[in-house]
């Protein structure tokens, strides 16, 4: 593999997305109060969750790579970049909760089914309980995990979308890398690192930032629509990619050589 193919952006993409995981996993043992040793079953469940969340943030550096690539290539990198965006689904909808919920049940298969008496947490168990909650109404709505069937049912649909803005943001954020490394791709090679680097960390405070703006008012209205609230977040990708896209000129001349 070398600098500019898609096999190169994928690794690349793979030990970004494998280390950002591990960070927040070692700072969660490392600081849990009874020591390391008691968060080791914890450790499968939250590398899934961390790695759900790393992808979309690390994708933006194989995506760069590829701003000399041959136009044929580009068919592979996008379908590449769709790829991802799938397992970046498929992690934060079902492998991660599976995860966490087996974890929990052989701890404490008592606390587990009242805390998650619909099963993992996955969209189509969230979308059980959100009906169930419509159905039967409780005498007040309450955001603890402790009482599951009193989660406001826009919470619900906020969290039901969640696996899906992560897989959009993505698709975006690897767009919008493509796209700015054109761009930059003539300045030295220390000033285009830099500027990649920049724009990560840009993305990554501008997203959570909104994201969890948009949460605290999805919690604070219950009439909120939670699925336009989760998805909020993302106009601002779409922006920018329209306004940092390549002209044509750009992308054609980086893209006439293999």
């Given at each position: 593999?070398?600098?500019?193919?898609?096999?190169?952006?994928?690794?690349?993409?793979?030990?970004?997305?494998?280390?950002?995981?591990?960070?927040?996993?070692?700072?969660?043992?490392?600081?849990?109060?009874?020591?390391?040793?008691?968060?080791?079953?914890?450790?499968?469940?939250?590398?899934?969750?961390?790695?759900?969340?790393?992808?979309?943030?690390?994708?933006?550096?194989g995506a760069a790579t590829l701003r000399a690539t041959h136009r044929t290539r580009l068919i592979w990198a996008t379908a590449a970049l769709a790829g991802t965006a799938c397992l970046t689904y498929l992690i934060a909808a079902?492998?991660?909760?599976?995860?966490?919920?087996?974890?929990?049940?052989?701890?404490?298969?008592?606390?587990?089914h009242d805390r998650l008496p619909f099963g993992p947490d996955t969209p189509s168990n969230l979308t059980r309980q959100r009906d169930y909650v419509l159905e039967n109404p409780p005498e007040r709505y309450s955001l603890s995990v402790e009482d599951p069937l009193s989660i406001p049912p826009n919470w619900l649909d906020y969290r039901i979308q969640v696996p899906g803005v992560l897989a959009a943001l993505t698709l975006l954020n690897g767009l919008l890398a493509w796209a700015v490394a054109c761009?930059?791709?003539?300045?030295?090679?220390?000033?285009?690192?830099?500027?990649?680097?920049?724009?990560?960390?840009?993305?990554?405070?501008?997203?959570?930032?909104?994201?969890?703006?948009?949460?605290?008012?999805?919690?604070?209205?219950?009439?909120?629509?939670?699925?336009?609230?989760?998805?909020?977040?993302?106009?601002?990708?779409?922006?920018?990619?329209v306004l940092v896209r390549p002209r044509r000129h750009q992308a054609t001349d980086g893209m006439t050589r293999p």
């Open positions: 593999m070398r600098p500019g193919s898609v096999g190169f952006a994928a690794a690349l993409t793979a030990a970004g997305g494998a280390l950002l995981s591990l960070l927040p996993v070692a700072l969660s043992v490392v600081q849990h109060p009874p020591g390391p040793a008691a968060m080791l079953p914890d450790v499968p469940w939250l590398a899934a969750r961390a790695a759900a969340i790393a992808l979309p943030f690390s994708v933006m550096f079902q492998f991660a909760p599976a995860l966490e919920y087996e974890v929990r049940a052989h701890q404490a298969p008592e606390a587990v761009r930059i791709r003539s300045r030295p090679r220390r000033q285009f690192v830099w500027l990649l680097w920049t724009l990560g960390l840009a993305s990554a405070v501008t997203f959570f930032s909104v994201e969890s703006s948009a949460g605290r008012a999805g919690r604070r209205d219950l009439s909120a629509p939670g699925t336009l609230y989760a998805g909020a977040p993302l106009l601002i990708w779409v922006l920018a990619l």
